[in-house]
């Protein structure tokens, strides 16, 4: 059965640090995929990773894929308010489908 | 549509009541999906259609869930009996094929059973 964790739950930083979180999955699988949520609205895809060594940068995010060791981290670098939400990384299940199992998600609090 | 449209927004039923849920995918989206997500917590799979493929409805908590798509548009979520547990955002989905990278999320269902 997969399953995937998500480190830390929660996170309050400061404007300007960097940040990493974590997300380690419990079998192999085609791809891993990070979404953002802002409070009471739905989810927005930010990356979708699909090989080893995988890396992608979209403005101050950073994400990375090691399917080795099973993990995917998300890198914050030079925190900005704006970036305040809940970051939830998903692994595909069986299948070449987007039938998706999500880690609990992070809570980032971006302090100003 | 322009994306992928929920109804309603919000739906507070009694405890034993029945509900459905409306997914409108967008248009030309062969894949379907629902998810439902407790307060605090990740998205927890429900049931995919693809086309006029069986559904997988492999993540159906109970037999009180059910779920139905006419060919390639709407799709309706049913929760019969509802309880307190019950509660949640349920989400829909849609990507242009099963296996398309990227699924595109509605606004979802906020369900409160009272």
């Known amino acids: ?112 | 549509g322009a994306g992928v449209s929920q109804s309603p927004s919000n739906k507070v039923t009694e405890k034993g009541k029945d509900v459905e849920l409306r997914c409108d995918p967008i248009s030309g989206h062969t894949a379907l999906y629902w998810y439902r997500q407790r307060l605090g917590q990740g998205l927890e799979f429900l049931i995919y259609f693809q086309g006029n493929s069986a559904p997988d409805k492999s993540g159906l908590p109970s037999d009180r869930f059910s779920a139905e798509r006419t060919g390639e548009s709407v799709s309706t979520l049913t929760i019969q009996r509802t309880q307190q547990e019950d509660s949640a955002v349920y989400l829909c989905a849609s990507s242009l094929r099963l296996g398309s990278l990227g699924a595109f999320f509605g606004q979802g269902t906020r369900l409160t059973v009272v």
């Open chain 1, 1 to 112: 059965e997969l399953k995937v964790e998500q480190n830390p739950l929660f996170l309050s930083m400061q404007e300007g640090k960097n940040y990493t979180i974590y997300c380690n999955y419990s079998t192999t699988s085609d791809r891993l995929y990070w979404y953002r949520q802002d409070p009471g609205k739905s989810l927005e895809s930010l990356f979708v990773l699909l090989s080893n060594g995988a890396v992608k940068q979209e403005g101050r995010l950073m994400a990375s894929l090691d399917t080795k060791a099973r993990l995917s981290t998300l890198h914050i670098t030079a925190a900005v308010h704006d970036l305040s939400a809940t970051y939830f990384c998903a692994v595909g299940g069986e299948g070449a489908t987007n039938k998706l199992i999500f880690g609990t998600g992070t809570l980032l609090a971006v302090q100003p």
